[in-house]
């Protein structure tokens, strides 16, 4: 950090990242009522899952302002604060941040381990990077709350956040490759009126992978190439808005699903199924399982 502190690029990229933040948060927040109105007679599990995302995201939420009072408020006029101690709250927020992500992550390699017809080969990869990443998280947090200084902090513990971002980018990438690649297996096995679904939960995947893992990559290189400001703390800021974002864009994407052109499938998720399964099935995942009918002609969908 140089003698003398450009105060736009970290504090005022701090302030733009939490500004940014607040406005994805109104998405997840208005993305969970959504969720709630249209599915609810989705399983208790997944009602408490998309719960437990919200409050993670408000707490997130609540911490960031906290910090972002104390830079601006009760540190005003001493820039030398920014490479100080960053405040608790601001390492709790790190630690929710890492809890979200390990959850989304875990879902959509659950979702993996449904489409790939229950092989736990790669979910059980995804799950591992996901453990390891949020220990590592843990220890982020430890040692951040012992600081003294954040000079200090990143040059004894950068090496680790590096990991984190890496491996973390990695998983995003391998969870995206994992969909696409199952999702298009499955265009051979179904009726042709449905393919237009299986591409367009293919787009969805690449999107919503390309976003997370995104983050992380420019996380990383901000990290590395510009630590002397705040850019990658600001876009740190914003990942686990994104991570919850794509969960629950997922989760609501179902009813524009059922609403496409093409004869819909019959889709289910958790208890909402009704009538009798299958004997052959394409279990489609991205926040669905779809499972056709016997007559492809008189689909039908609950």
């Known amino acids: ?106 879902f959509f390699a659950y979702r993996i381990y449904i489409l790939g017809k229950r092989r736990i080969t790669v979910p059980a990869i995804v ?21 003294k200084s954040l000079v200090t902090f990143e040059a004894q513990f950068g090496w680790l956040m590096i990991t984190v971002w890496a491996i973390g980018a990695a998983n995003d990438i391998g969870i995206t490759a994992s969909l696409v690649y199952l999702l ?5 096995e179904i009726h042709s009126k449905t393919v237009p679904l299986i591409d367009k939960l293919i787009v969805w995947a690449i999107e919503t992978g390309m976003m997370t893992s995104a983050c992380a990559l420019f996380t990383l290189i901000f990290f590395a190439t510009r630590r002397q400001n705040f850019v990658w703390l600001a876009i740190y800021i914003i990942t686990a808005r994104v991570f919850s974002n794509s969960l629950l864009a997922s989760l609501n994407g179902r009813s524009t699903l059922r609403t496409m052109d093409a004869p819909p499938p019959r889709i289910y998720l958790g208890s909402t199924t009704t009538g009798n399964p299958t004997t052959k099935s394409a279990q489609i995942s991205i926040g669905l399982e779809f499972q056709q009918t016997h007559n492809r002609d008189s689909p039908n969908v609950t």
């Open 1 to 106: 950090m140089p003698a003398l502190i450009d105060v736009s690029s970290t504090l005022g990229a701090l302030e733009l990242g939490v500004l940014l933040s607040y406005l994805l948060f109104g998405v997840t927040t208005t993305q969970s009522y959504v969720y709630y109105t249209r599915f609810p007679n989705d399983d208790w599990k997944l009602k408490l899952l998309v719960a437990f995302v919200w409050a993670c995201e408000a707490t997130h939420s609540a911490c960031v302002a906290h910090a972002l009072y104390v830079f601006t408020i009760l540190n005003y006029g001493n820039p030398k604060s920014l490479i100080q101690a960053l405040p608790l709250t601001f390492d709790t927020a790190v630690l929710f941040a890492s809890i979200i992500t390990t959850v989304v992550q875990g």
């Open 184 to 188: 298009y297996t499955q265009r051979n």
């Open 127 to 147: 799950w591992a990077i996901s453990t390891f990443r949020l220990i590592a998280c843990l220890g982020i947090f430890g040692a951040g709350v012992r600081m």
